[in-house]
């Protein structure tokens, strides 16, 4: 089949239900309004949302977020007429490389498996590689029960304290909290235009919810959670520095997941922690503060479990304009 359009590929997903939130066609919309092209491609059972930024004199960088989607069990070594479709696009879009991140786990004790055949392991991640996943597949006390005892007792404690969570499609409110934290984080966020796009794309079909914790009306603490088949992710939170005793952070991120599990998801991912092994992320989380050693603790809290994802895997097309890409991104492996 090869290159297919969104239709085709809307079609094709219907058969993988539990593919990964990045493969969805409405995230291919938001990247084609935000600086991306989108392309799809099928070969049988096997697809891709590849993604592609342009560079100067006509290059691009082609990327697969969380994928290729494909049946359960397929061994991603082998891609065979699959990835003959996939270098055909990229070459015709100039790609100096692909770069793939697939949404299979490594083992936590083994190392990383071997990239398939014409790929290489890269040091540069898009996604975050490591993260937590928590088990949404029992009931609410047994979940509570998991956590660490602060962390069910921030959440309970919240409610004694007058912390009500809403859901709301109102963008403006999650991005003022938002621009916050990112002033005092220091890291960057996109658009309001970008959230508001988001909310626009995958609210509808009841994939994406904003949830906001407030004392009196007041907004204290939002995520922006993506739901799609039996999995949850937690992309992008906020919250302010008043009324932190009351601990609102906690209880947004509890009630996001009973969202979830009322709507059928297995797992809910809190989407990146350092990538570290377990050890050093327990020796270390306390004095630690840089990236994403901030938000370890807090999610750690939340008794999931440490997982991986194998790659990220470069496919190189063009050798010298690759080491001249990874140079300037200062990526040198």
């Not at 290489?120 to 540069?124: E, I, K, P, V």
């Given at each position: 089949m090869s290159v297919v359009d969104k239709t085709a590929w809307i079609e094709f997903l219907k058969k993988h239900p539990n593919a990964h939130i990045l493969q969805d066609a409405a995230w291919g919309d938001l990247k084609s309004e935000f600086g991306w092209e989108v392309e799809h491609v099928i070969e049988g059972d096997v697809g891709a949302q590849v993604l592609f930024k342009s560079l100067p004199l006509g290059y691009t960088v082609a990327y697969i977020p969380r994928g290729p989607v494909a049946p359960q069990g397929w061994v991603s070594g082998q891609w065979g007429q699959f990835l003959e479709e996939v270098d055909g696009i990229c070459q015709q879009k100039g790609a100096i490389f692909l770069k793939v991140e697939p949404d299979l786990w490594t083992g936590e004790s083994a190392p990383a498996p071997a990239p398939p055949p014409g790929f290489?392991?890269?040091?540069?991640s898009i996604q975050p590689p490591r993260t937590i996943t928590v088990d949404l597949t029992t009931d609410e006390d047994d979940i509570l029960m998991r956590m660490k005892s602060k962390t069910r007792y921030n959440i309970r404690l919240a409610g004694r304290?007058?912390?009500e969570v809403t859901q709301s499609s109102r963008v403006e409110e999650f991005y003022e909290l938002l621009s916050g934290t990112s002033d005092r984080a220091d890291f960057g966020i996109h658009t309001l235009a970008y959230y508001q796009r988001i909310l626009d794309l995958f609210e509808a079909d009841g994939k994406c919810k904003i949830f906001t914790a407030k004392y009196k009306g007041q907004p204290l603490?939002?995520?922006l959670v993506f739901a799609r088949g039996q999995r949850a992710w937690y992309f992008y939170g906020a919250s302010s520095r008043e009324h932190r005793d009351r601990m609102?952070?906690?209880?947004?991120?509890?009630?996001?997941?009973r969202w979830a599990k009322e709507r059928g998801c297995h797992s809910y991912d809190l989407w990146g922690v350092p990538d570290e092994d377990f050890e050093t992320l327990e020796d270390h989380f306390l004095e630690r503060h840089d990236g994403l050693w901030s938000v370890y603790r807090f999610k750690r809290g939340f008794g999931g479990e440490l997982k991986r994802t194998r790659g990220p895997w470069d496919r190189v097309y063009k050798p010298m304009f690759y080491t001249l890409y990874r140079f300037w991104a200062g990526r040198g492996e």
């Open positions: 290489r392991t890269s040091l540069q304290k007058e912390i603490a939002s995520v609102p952070t906690y209880r947004v991120q509890w009630e996001a997941m």
